[in-house]
């Protein structure tokens, strides 16, 4: 007897309910009311080869409803990728277990991306959408010809973020964009009308999308949906009509099974309705191979795509770009150039210069900004904009959409073959942090170009003055954040953050123009996080610590030390993780426990404890003020002349 869609949708929901009940924790819902989508998608349209999970032309599938993760770990397993095996789905949400509470993408090879803070998933898929037809641009159809589906459920679309990623998406023409939305009517708290009385498919369509419905228990009429989306060049949402927990008589449709396993009973109950009289965990052969057998075509693509890479022209520049390898030899030159000519600008504008060697060099580097080209100076020469008519552009107008932003440079990074990087003001870090969490998290070399960066943005006042925010990114793990202090820096943390293959970037930069400091080039200081910028000529009484902008100041307070014939040296600290990785030799050695050490940074004092022990800590803690920058430093006692007086205080 052949297998039919509905026994093989049956595994998904058999293997996500035992997987729940053994854990006694998860979400059984959503893979059992999306069973049916994911068995037609699987067995009809998506390109997959299990045996190659990072085949660079592969579809790329996002689970953005990442609650039901089992409907991520069941498809894998069924349709024969490595991992998870069977043993892993028994062992849901157990310490070590690729198959985690939420789908991992560090875990499994065939999980695309980190899920589960709702909306984000979707907003990546925009980045891969848009990753892929830049690639295409570049490297042509037979190399890359793919597309991107999403399944996410009512929370992704009611996220705020939902908003910022499909208005990018409808602007930008990303018709190979297909997500499907569990609308099943249900969230937590109970049926949707408690908190939405939206039109969620007149929202899209005015968008730009295109937008279809489907009974998601019917396969055909699920066909057609996708068969209809396919034909459309606008990207497509597709609502599937379903019951979330689908086949179990008592509590579907509820908000039972969202989160909470059905129960010993109702499984069996659920069993019997669903005819699937097979013990927990085990799948029936035929059903099995007929699962086994949908990654045949795929695996069939794959072959030949081999085929057109081994005798295409493009072949070594697109493994290689794919690979993600980078060459930092735009480095060198530029500091020479900076060497030879010192200048006397922003950190922004050093980050400008910096970033047109680079992009000259790097095309993988792809750039943009939410709607502040001009102040983030992240626009150059090499990098033409990136739209609906031309896709090899490199430089993405991301409108006022800084959390769009993030998370579609998380997955433009994910996707591979592009390093993104994108501007906005630090002060709005806070709109994308969740995203920059995510980067953090899921290893993505994201590079967020955060300019403004302190109180030196002067009259704008305390809503764009950074205070805690980047304190409070450096508590973020796996994030390197980084504050230069002149032109050479800047260029030197540009070339770390592009090196860091597993590490996102943050480049607080300043407004204000700053003097360049660093007259030695022969080694890359700011990777070591920290280092001594001046030494003390007197006996070395005080060791001041300052971050960018601030640095400067600190170089003058020393001066002013020295004249009174008290030693002190200069450290500048551009990056704490990379000081932090340093040996305890080398930072007993910039950081004496015999001199006063001083912070100085133009924020948050809470945390420079670590470095300056009971010494002194120069910043701001209460929010910032109105007024030119000279008299906003004078107030906030950020000037040499007053920091020198409470150094000598403190000396006694
Ligand atoms: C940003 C964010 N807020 C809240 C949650 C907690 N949460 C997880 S699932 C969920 C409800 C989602 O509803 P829906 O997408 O309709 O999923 P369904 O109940 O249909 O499976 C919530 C609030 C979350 N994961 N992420
Ligand atoms: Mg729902």
Redesign the pocket.
Known sequence: MTVTEQQMANAIRALAMDAVQAANSG?P??PMGMADVATVLYSKFLKFDPKAPDWADRDRFVLS?G??SMFAYATLYLTGYASPTIEDIKNFRQLGSPCAGHPENFLIDGVECTT????QGLAMAVGMAVAERHLNARFGDDLVDHRTWVVA????LM?GINHEAIGLAGHLGLGRLIVFW?D?R???DGATDLSTSEDIAARYRASGWHVEACDGHDFNDIERAIHASLADDRPSLIACRTL?GKGSPNKEGTKAP?GSPLGADEIVATRAAINWPYPAFEIPADILDAWRATGQAGAEAHASWAKRLASSNHADTFTKTMSGAVDSAWLQPHLESLIAAPQNIATRKASEIALTAATAALPDLLGGSADLTGSNFTRTASTNTLDKNDYSGRYVNYGIREFGMAAAMNGMALHGGIIPYGGTFLIFSDYCRAAIRLSALQETRVAYVMTHDSIGVGEDGPTHQPIEQIMSLRLIPNLDVYRPCDTIETAECWALAIESAHTPSVLALSRQNLPQLRTDISENMSAKGGYRLRSAKADRKVVLIGTGSEVAIAVSVAEQLEEKGIGADVVSMPSWERFDAQSPSYKAEVLPSDALRVSVEAGTTMGWERYVGDGLRIGIDSFGASGPIDALYEHFGLTADKITAQILAKLG
């Open positions: 979400h819902g959503m409803a609650h039901g589960g803070p709702l909306g459920g009512d929370g992704c996220e569990d099943n249900i969230t937590i979330i969202h």
